[in-house]
């Protein structure tokens, strides 16, 4: 049989470690995009790039979303069977403060691999899988949220991907692309970017454990979100392109904790006894061994505007995608502590 080929754009995230590594164990030959930095940034993949003379299935190519030659050129060179798209600037505080960099690579990005694709006829070649999130849902009312819940994107961030999740769906129904947006809600992972409060806190609090660090800020200690590992949901958009048919699909675990009650599960975890005071932005956490504050809120960490409750219904993906998530939050969290440790 034909050796599957992989392309990746945003390899050096995240989920494109771990979609790489998924895909490698699969046969898969992979090509990653990665974007010119001035320092390495490749930490993520350095254990599955051997080098450039090998025969390695993983192999790393520059690119940017925000650069249709290098989209255009790499896919007719590359002519993967199936392309990721989980390139992004993907925060959503910073996305305020970038919003047009933030847009044009979320939401053209998108429609740039589209565009390539159409243009150089390979639309019944190549599988697409966009990376759509549950930001979209933003301000919804509704509790629990499926393919089916109207969008009310509530950042920069949450627009652009707004836009990438119907351009895919334009390209899908007007040129019959194989295209699906995966709608994933928050997942995290020891190598979850340091900025995303899940490592944020876990990572404050092993340094004030290991008296490396005195405080820990933070912003809405109030939101919820419905949190998973990332290994978990990679496989769920690998099983999307392998469908009969193209469609959307939420990925959820159907759980939601506030920031708060994550903070004290990995406290505890980690051997703290925190007593909470004050209200608002004076709210703080107090160490009972010492009487020390040692988490604080801060403003610069707050949003202009807050999604404040996210919680996914993932009927349609245990259906059709026989897909469920195996690693529960607990599990998560010891295995990012004991990452720090
Ligand atoms: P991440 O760790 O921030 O990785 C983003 C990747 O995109 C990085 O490889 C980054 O490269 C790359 N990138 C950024 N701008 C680019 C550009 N202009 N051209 C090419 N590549 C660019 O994100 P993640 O957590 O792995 O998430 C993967 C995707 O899923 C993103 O699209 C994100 O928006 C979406 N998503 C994530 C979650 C979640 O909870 N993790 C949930 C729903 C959806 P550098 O390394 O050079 O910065
Ligand atoms: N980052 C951060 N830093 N968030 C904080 C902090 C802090 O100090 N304090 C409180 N929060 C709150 C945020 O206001 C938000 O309500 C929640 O913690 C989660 O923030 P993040 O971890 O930054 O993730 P996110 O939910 O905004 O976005 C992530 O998940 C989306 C899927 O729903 C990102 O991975 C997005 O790319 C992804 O689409």
């Not at 992979?30 to 010119?36: E, I, L, P, S």
């Not at 740039?112 to 694709?117: F, G, V």
Request: aromatic fraction near 12%; proline fraction near 3%; charged fraction near 25%.
């Amino acid at each position: 049989m034909k050796k599957k080929i992989a392309l990746i754009f945003g390899v050096t995230g995240q989920d494109g470690a771990y979609l790489s590594k998924f895909l490698l164990k699969k046969k898969y030959k992979v090509y990653g995009v990665k974007r010119r930095s001035s320092i390495i940034n490749t930490q993520r993949i350095d254990d599955i790039y051997i080098d450039i003379n090998s025969k390695s299935n993983f192999i790393l190519c520059y690119g940017d979303l925000t650069d249709s030659s290098s989209i255009l050129s790499l896919i007719k060179k590359i002519k993967p069977s199936e392309i990721y798209n989980l390139a992004a600037q993907s925060h959503v505080k910073v996305s305020f403060e970038v919003p047009e960099y933030s847009a044009d690579v979320n939401g053209l990005g998108a429609l740039r691999i589209l565009e390539a694709i159409k243009n150089l006829n390979f639309e019944k070649k190549i599988r697409f899988y966009q990376a759509g999130t549950s930001e979209m849902f933003g301000r919804t009312k509704e509790r629990f949220q499926n393919e089916k819940t109207p969008f009310y994107p509530a950042s920069p961030y949450g627009v652009s991907k707004s836009f990438a999740h119907w351009i895919t769906i334009n390209y899908r129904e007007a040129y019959g692309i194989f295209a699906c947006n995966g709608i994933l809600f928050n997942h995290e992972s020891p190598i979850r970017g340091e900025t995303f409060v899940t490592k944020k806190i876990i990572q404050g609090l092993m340094k004030i454990k290991m008296n490396k660090q005195k405080k820990l800020y933070l912003g809405n200690l109030y939101a919820k979100r419905d949190w998973g590992h990332a290994k978990d949901y990679v496989e769920a958009m690998w099983k999307m392109l392998q469908q009969k048919n193209p469609d959307d699909y939420v990925i959820a675990t159907g759980k939601t904790l506030t920031i708060k009650e994550f903070v004290n599960k990995a406290a505890k975890k980690i051997g703290f006894k925190l007593k909470w005071v004050g209200k608002g932005i004076n709210e703080k956490a107090i160490n009972i061994e010492n009487n020390m504050p040692i988490i604080e809120c801060h403003k610069r960490y707050l949003r202009p505007v807050e999604v404040d409750y996210l919680k996914g219904n993932t009927q349609k993906a245990k259906k059709k995608l026989n897909w469920s998530p195996k690693i529960s939050i607990d599990d998560l969290i010891d295995e990012m502590i004991q990452h720090e440790l």
